[in-house]
């Protein structure tokens, strides 16, 4: 499943991914978001974001818009590509990490799957907890 999303994925899916972790970072909750302005603020490094894909100058913009209003830090981020996160972005702030990506999904997905597996497997039929 991995591969076919990164086969798949297209501008327009890009788009979308960088919007939908805008939205993300901008709804966070007050205690997520101070987490991540002191991490940002005690790390000697910058906030670093990872995408699966190159930005546009458009999409480097309102990240960075967006962790300067989140965050209440003026600095620059640095901007990485990573193949290896399918489709998604990650911020981290010296020990903080915040993602959303397809892959998280996906490890979701094969965790409940294997969790419904091994149930079946002990009971010998499926959990009826409907």
């Known amino acids: 499943m991995r591969r076919a999303l990164r086969e798949l994925a297209d501008d ?3 788009e979308r991914i960088v919007e939908r972790f805008v ?9 997520d978001r101070e987490r991540i302005a002191a991490a ?10 990872r995408t699966a894909f190159p930005l546009s100058d458009a999409q480097r913009a309102a990240l960075t818009d967006a962790i300067a209003e989140t965050f209440g830090v003026e600095s620059s981020p640095r901007f990485e590509t990573d193949p290896e996160l399918v489709a998604g972005v990650t911020l981290r702030a010296g ?3 915040v993602a959303w990506t397809l892959d998280g999904y996906l490890q979701d ?4 799957i294997r969790e419904a597996f091994h149930e079946t497997a002990q009971t010998g039929r499926p959990d009826d907890d409907a």
Do not use: H, T, W
């Not at 940002?40 to 974001?49: G, K, L, P, S």
């Open 95 to 97: 020990g903080v990490e």
């Open 12 to 14: 327009s899916l890009e």
């Open 109 to 112: 997905l094969e965790e409940s």
């Open 23 to 31: 939205g993300r970072l901008r709804a966070m909750g007050a205690e």
């Open 40 to 49: 940002a603020r005690e790390a000697a490094e910058a906030i670093r974001i």
